[in-house]
């Protein structure tokens, strides 16, 4: 992955835009967290391959950024983006990592749904 | 992930990860060493890549070595963890093959076969459990396992772990008394407190011969262990007491029989 470059990004977004698409987002402090030096309750989330398309996505920010992608009816938003690529089959990957290099944030989108399952 | 691979502080260090599981020899009242005595087929279920070398890498490779047949069955891909390398090296979506590549290799080393089951890191606990422990029942009979190793259901910390071994103890419960393998489990957590309440492990395994294995098996898993063996090597306290654990990691491996 590449740290994002905002106007290649906004690019990528454009592209998506109106299309069917299969979103994963997801936020994560891992599981362990609340066994930290900090005792911060672990706090993750994530919904996988849930059907979208927006009509408008844009990123803010000087970085970490933000992306929102307004839906017919609603909103999908992320704060803390770092990295973006684009795979060889045609997704859309953005993510937050921290300093250390963990996954805070996977914020994906992709025509084909994500891989799912044994196979 | 395991707890250890997950920690920053002295006290975690201290109260979770491999030292909370293996015990430690020289406390232990009465030893009871177990060898890799006649056993058919040792199937290990647990959920993650990783998982078999950090709770029983060491007792893995001794079956193997004894020529006994080692099969682990790996629940997920742990394609759901956050640590992508250090320096990151993955993302979400290639974590999987990543992950499984680690597993193949660390497998190799401790000499045993592995079988995915693809279910989703994280989900485990949200399947169907009389689907799951058939599927691993399943596993058991095709395999004539006649030890299986495992979760502590409700005692082993992460909510994978325990679904993990609820439906391994659900699937040996749903089989013959002939068909129907010793289960060693694996409870994570703070030592005197597992011990306080579930007893003291009554299987204690002696795996000094296999610790630098158990310790390369671990090092193959480098996307999720890399950052554990540079804080080994670290200046401190945390560092001094990772390095405590990771010795009696090496040293000795503690289960408890399940009465099924």
């Known amino acids: 992955m590449d740290e994002i470059d905002p106007e290649r990004l906004q690019r990528a977004l454009d592209a998506r835009a109106e299309r069917e698409l299969h979103l994963h987002l997801e936020t994560t402090t891992g599981t362990y967290s609340a066994m930290g030096p900090d005792r911060v309750p672990a706090c993750i989330a994530f919904a996988r391959n849930v059907r979208v398309r927006y009509l408008r996505g844009a990123v803010r920010g000087t970085g970490p950024y933000r992306v929102g992608l307004k839906t017919d009816g609603g909103w999908v938003y992320g704060d803390g983006l770092t990295h973006a690529t684009e795979t060889d089959d045609g997704a859309l990957l953005m993510a937050g990592y921290d300093e250390r290099g963990r996954l805070r944030m996977a914020f994906q989108l992709s025509e084909r749904p994500f891989r799912e399952g044994a196979a | ?260």
């Not at chain 2, 079956?63 to 891909?77: K, S």
């Not at chain 2, 597993?103 to 459990?129: N, S, W, Y």
């Not at chain 2, 058991?140 to 190793?149: E, H, N, T, W």
Request: net charge negative.
């Open chain 2, 1 to 260: 992930m395991s707890a250890a691979a997950a920690s920053d502080g002295t006290r975690r260090a201290r109260e979770t990860g491999p030292e909370a599981v293996a015990g430690d020899a020289a406390k232990l009242p009465s030893p009871n060493v177990h060898g890799p005595v006649a056993r058919r087929h040792l199937l290990v279920v647990l959920p993650h890549p990783d998982d078999e070398s950090f709770a029983a890498g060491g007792t893995i490779a001794m079956h193997a070595d004894a020529g006994v047949p080692v099969t682990y069955l790996c629940g997920t891909h742990g394609d759901m963890g956050r640590n992508m390398g250090t320096p990151f090296f993955a993302h979400r979506e290639s974590l999987r093959d990543v992950r499984e590549a680690e597993l193949r290799a660390a497998c190799r080393i401790l000499g045993c076969a592995p079988r995915l089951m693809g279910l989703r890191d994280k989900t485990v606990e949200f399947e169907d459990p009389d689907v799951l422990a058939a599927r691993i029942a399943g596993e058991i009979r095709s395999a004539g396992a006649d030890l299986v190793i495992t979760f502590h259901p409700g005692r082993a910390v992460h909510p994978d772990h325990d679904a993990m071994g609820e439906a391994t103890v659900r699937a040996v419960r749903s089989l013959s008394e002939a068909e129907r393998p010793t289960v060693w489990t694996v409870a994570v957590g703070d030592r005197e407190a597992l011990d306080a309440e579930l007893g003291p492990p009554d299987v204690v395994v002696d795996v000094r011969a296999f610790g630098a294995r158990k310790l390369d098996a671990l090092r193959a898993h480098a996307s999720q262990t890399t950052a554990l063996f540079a804080r080994m090597e670290e200046e401190g306290d945390d560092a001094e007491a990772l390095r405590a654990q990771m010795e009696r990691a090496g040293t000795v491996e503690a289960f408890r029989t399940w009465a099924a």
